[in-house]
């Protein structure tokens, strides 16, 4: 066991000069940082940034080049199956089945994480209620508005109650009353101690962040409360704060 | 208003998909070199009426037109003369950057060189990636790209069904900053978005919801024509601050506005003494460190309310 797993106030990802070389780009440049449990931590940077090769990383999806990363406890270089059995992961794209009615989804990704069946029909009522879509069990998904379907993907992320969720661009192309109602999700998952590590193109969602971090061109610019960032550069909004950081020429 | 001055004109039209109504009865007018936006949420049918103006799908009933051109008539003269950025990413993956632009402009039977001034500003972000795959841009230059190709016959109307969706917010601010340069050159610009900060840079904006039009006015005439009191409050503990407000169960709506919540009141229930009794409530509850104050609505508070009987 590596001596910082076995730390009872360990954080749930532990990341040091982590780095991600495709040929001669650089597209991650030794990225430092820790996510504590319970934290909403949201990873925000323009479009080219390294979010989502970071985020690849960080779920076992891709191996580094070099630096080193703990997420859950597991070494992401070599125990990459076994942090995918422990984190949830909601894709960019929708990531459901849609020729799959709702309550086979939840058996599909239940069954793959390994849960019982008593476990996974348990659960699946449970999170079925919570949303308020008992009476759409047996709806195929593609019928369902897109909204619904952000909702839905979320909670068969988290079916396994792992102990992170990672979050890629969750609310993309959401109205502004559903991204809402979404976000209560993520507060009610938070709440329940689940460990929240999401990006995000609005910046009104940086806000409800505990902590954000900005990347720009594979590098982390900037890493802190919301608060602490829009006092070190001077202004009101986090939209500010990220275009001074985004549009400065590197 | 002559009709000579209207750019897009729909009248009554109707569109279900079996059971579904996606449309119905729906009518506006875009003035040429006006700057529109659709706004509403997932499923409003905005997608289903873009596919109706660009002539991929016909309405059960009604009509519609593009500069004088029916969509059932002419529509393969409509076809020459618009843009379409549809709200999928549209290139071809397996081409390049110049590849996409090369193809594009050789369906509409016109060379790169001809208008190239048109695109100029915006391909030149683009250009030193010529012979990269559109499939390995960044989401910014996808935009840039599919917006370049969009344009590339030169047309007279472009409609752009959620562009920026999936776009950091510097490259979204430099894409609408293009749309302004494109309006300057006269082109007439159909565009739906879920960022309210991007509605307010229409000229007007219709809202869509459940298959109707709700309104269609300038976004200060949206704005002003908003109905309830509405508060701002912010503090410690914002998500208990939500819950406890919620459950006091007399307001009309609380949502979250970045660092603050907005909270909305019938007019007619608040009074001087409101903010008084909500702060003393609160107190009661355990709140500590909280401030108050009456603030003026924004678009995005005017899209919660009209939205509010959903779901």
């Given amino acids: 066991m590596n001596s910082h797993l076995e730390n009872n106030i360990k954080p749930v990802i532990y990341v040091e000069n982590l780095t991600k070389i495709f040929g001669k780009f650089t597209a991650v440049n030794s990225i430092s940082f820790e996510v504590n449990k319970g934290e909403i931590f949201g990873f925000l940077g323009a479009n080219g940034a390294g979010k989502t090769t970071a985020m690849k990383m960080l779920c076992g999806l891709l191996k580094p080049t070099s630096g080193r990363g703990f997420v859950a406890g597991f070494d992401i270089s070599k125990e990459p199956e076994r942090v995918k059995a422990s984190i949830g992961y909601m894709s960019q794209r929708f990531s459901l089945y849609d020729d799959l009615r709702v309550w086979e989804n939840f058996r599909l990704f239940g069954g793959i994480y390994g849960l019982k069946e008593r476990e996974i029909s348990e659960t699946t009522e449970r999170m079925l209620h919570e949303l308020g879509f008992t009476q759409e069990r047996n709806t195929m998904v593609k019928s369902l508005p897109a909204g619904w379907k952000q909702k839905l993907a979320f909670s068969v992320a988290i079916i396994h109650n792992p102990g992170i969720v990672f979050l890629d661009e969750p609310t993309g192309g959401v109205d502004p009353k559903a991204r809402r109602q979404f976000w209560e999700l993520i507060y009610g998952a938070a709440e329940r101690g689940i460990t929240i590590f999401v990006t995000t193109h609005y910046m009104d969602e940086a806000e409800y962040c505990s902590r954000i971090s900005i990347m720009k061109d594979g590098t982390i610019d900037a890493l802190d409360t919301p608060a602490n960032l829009k006092l070190k550069y001077g202004v009101k909004s986090m939209d500010e704060v990220f275009y001074q950081l985004a549009s400065s020429k590197g | ?311």
């Fill in chain 2, 1 to 311: 208003m002559k009709n000579s001055d209207i750019s897009v004109e729909v009248k009554g039209v109707s569109k279900n998909y079996s059971s579904v109504k996606a449309l119905e009865d729906i009518s506006l007018s875009v003035k040429k070199g006006e700057m529109f936006g659709l706004i509403g949420p997932d499923g409003a049918g905005k997608s289903t009426l873009f596919r109706i103006l660009t002539t991929l799908i016909l309405p059960d009933s009604g009509t519609a037109a593009i500069e004088g051109l029916d969509v059932r008539q002419d529509y393969k003269s409509i076809r020459k003369i618009i843009g379409y950025m549809p709200g999928r990413f549209s290139l071809y993956g397996d081409l390049t950057v110049q590849e996409n632009l090369s193809f594009f402009a050789s369906v509409f039977g016109v060379k790169v060189s001809d208008n190239y001034s048109l695109i100029e500003n915006i391909f030149k972000d683009i250009a030193p990636f010529g012979d990269r795959r559109a499939s390995r841009l960044s989401g910014g230059m996808k935009q840039k790209l599919a917006l370049s190709c969009a344009l590339i016959h030169k047309p007279s109307v472009l409609f752009l069904d959620e562009p920026t969706t999936g776009v950091d917010p510097v490259s979204r601010r430099e894409f609408w900053q293009m749309l302004e340069r494109l309006k300057t050159d006269g082109i007439t610009i159909v565009v739906s978005t879920s960022y309210m900060d991007e509605a307010l840079l229409c000229d007007r904006v219709a809202l869509i919801k459940e298959g109707r039009v709700l309104s269609s006015d300038s976004p200060r005439g949206v704005i002003d024509s908003y109905q309830n009191t509405l508060l701002a409050i912010w503090g410690e503990d914002m998500h208990s601050l939500l819950k406890d407000i919620r459950s006091y169960g007399e307001i009309k709506s609380i949502y979250s506005f970045g660092q603050e919540h907005h909270i909305a009141i019938d007019k007619n229930l608040y009074n001087i003494n409101y903010i008084d009794s909500l702060a003393k409530k609160l107190e009661a509850t355990g709140h500590r460190n909280f401030h108050i104050k009456v603030i003026a609505p924004t678009i995005e508070d005017c899209y919660m309310e009209f939205s509010a009987n959903k779901n």
